[in-house]
């Protein structure tokens, strides 16, 4: 899972003020100050305020980061977001070293495990083509840009078909060793989209995996990468799906909540009518196929009834043993995260972007 954050204009924050969340349990922990947190409206509908899903959510890590969080639910268009929420200032103190995206790992199976992974993921090799979905370039010298690149492994495996990679990535040590990967110290810029200069119509292709549920302003995001990209250009992200029956079966468990990072929860219909709303169509959509997901939800219901720890060797051993339950419910058709191939379209004539 990778990600990147985004700063800069929102127009949709209803009041930073009177946001304070909370302690629920005295002495457990403290409260963030007033002034780090914020709560918004629904993205899509201006003034719906939504009805409150889940209340009282914990930074998912263990509650390693202080506050007490609250999703809403709109009732017109059924998008789910996080408020209140940490503000842009603040919600970097909820990604630290420790952060697994950060970290240069690939988690692949190995022995008996990738065997059962391989077999259990043949329906979905059939149905919808390789488990991991590199595009080919379009033409000699098309460019990628990789939104929220984390360490690289995906600029990698583009380059090496031909692709002319670039990178966004906020955390500087992978930012380094992305830039590695990718053939040069100034194909990766560190920092958020929002700071990142490129001029318009550059890309063939932008990729976001798992990025943007992490950004205050996903319509402010889009907008920038429609600019970066052709009229034609291709975008491709990937998110969890908030619809998905492991989200149903394990609610305020389920690992691909992951408050207070993941501000915005979306399924494929309401990712749809955000694509539509920043002139972009849809194109292709496909479930993905992975356990991790299962076996975080697993992990996090159980460190929850025993109120144990989250990270422990026992949780540890518990994840492991739950993954492959993850992927036999994506070889029966149930993913927790989608990706979406988008289309940018040329903009209205009158509307400014
Ligand atoms: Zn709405």
């Not at 518990?318 to 058709?333: D, E, F, N, R, S």
Request: charged fraction near 20%; hydrophobic fraction near 40%; include cysteine.
């Amino acid at each position: 899972m990778h990600m990147v954050l985004e700063s800069g204009g929102a127009g949709f924050i209803a009041s930073v003020s009177g946001s304070r969340v909370t302690r629920r349990r005295a002495g457990m922990m403290c409260s963030p100050d007033e002034h780090e947190m914020e709560r918004v409206d629904c993205l899509l509908c201006p003034g719906s305020t939504g009805v409150t899903l889940y209340s009282g959510l914990r930074d998912a890590y263990g509650g390693s980061g202080p506050g007490y969080f609250s999703l809403k639910r709109c009732e017109q268009c059924d998008l789910i977001w996080l408020s209140p929420r940490p503000n842009r200032e603040t919600v970097g103190k909820y990604y630290g070293s420790r952060y697994i995206p950060y970290q240069d790992q690939t988690h692949r199976p190995e022995g008996a495990r990738a065997l059962m992974r391989r077999w259990l993921s043949l329906p979905y090799r059939i149905r919808y083509g390789p488990l991991h979905q590199i595009l080919p370039p379009p033409h000699r010298g098309a460019k990628v840009l990789d939104i929220g690149c984390s360490s690289g492994r995906l600029l990698e495996a583009m380059r090496q078909v031909g692709w002319d990679v670039w990178g966004i990535e906020m955390d500087p040590a992978a930012a380094r060793r992305a830039a590695a990967r990718a053939g040069g110290e100034d194909r990766v810029f560190v920092g958020t989209v929002a700071d990142a200069v490129f001029p318009e119509c550059n890309f063939d292709l932008v990729t976001a995996s798992h990025v943007l549920e992490h950004v205050h302003d996903p319509i402010a995001t889009l907008e920038r990468i429609h600019r970066w990209l052709c009229v034609g250009g291709q975008l491709q992200v990937s998110l969890p799906n908030i619809a998905s029956l492991e989200s149903r079966i394990f609610g305020r468990h389920w690992s691909g909540l992951d408050s207070p990072r993941h501000m915005y929860h979306f399924s494929p219909a309401t990712l749809s009518r955000l694509l539509a709303l920043t002139n972009f169509e849809v194109s292709a959509r496909r479930p993905q196929f992975q356990g991790s997901s299962f076996g975080g939800s697993v992990k996090q219901t159980l460190a929850s009834l025993v109120r144990r720890a989250y990270a422990t060797p026992t949780t540890g051993l518990i994840y492991k043993a739950a993954v492959p339950l993850g992927w036999m419910t994506c070889a029966l058709g149930d993913s927790a995260s989608f990706e979406v191939l988008a289309s940018a379209l040329e903009i209205p004539s009158g509307v400014a972007q």
